[in-house]
Nanobody
């Protein structure tokens, strides 16, 4: 499964972005999808995950109420709407695909990864 993330950029605190992760895989709809981020000099961390049908979502506490994960299986794309951005949200954001939502917060559960898109939030 090939994943291509896009939509990152430089924004001021309080701003918004819409990240996209497109797949070329025709069976995209069978995968649970996740977004992770890796801040400069830090380990990769879980951000959000969504079930194959889009009916179940999970978020890390620090982004609840600000970020929204969604997917369009007809377009084989998963999105991450990021609002009310803070400087601490600065990171490379990566999308990934997993066979299920089991242990959705653990990067090890994800078989396929995109290359990431940089989000930089200035204060």
């Amino acid at each position: 499964v090939q994943l291509q993330a896009s939509g990152g950029g430089l924004v001021q605190a309080g701003g918004s972005l819409r990240l996209s992760c497109a797949s070329s895989e025709r069976t995209f709809s069978i995968y649970a999808m996740g977004w992770f981020r890796q801040p400069p000099g830090k380990e990769r961390e879980f951000v959000a995950a969504i079930s194959p049908t889009g009916t179940t979502t999970y978020y890390t506490d620090s982004v609840k109420g600000r970020f929204t994960i969604s997917r369009d299986n007809a377009e084989s794309t998963v999105y991450l709407q990021v609002n009310s951005l803070k400087p601490e949200d600065t990171a490379v954001y990566l999308c990934a695909a997993a066979p299920s939502l089991s242990y959705y917060y653990n990067p090890v559960q994800y078989n396929y990864w995109g290359q990431g898109t940089q989000v930089t939030v200035s204060s």
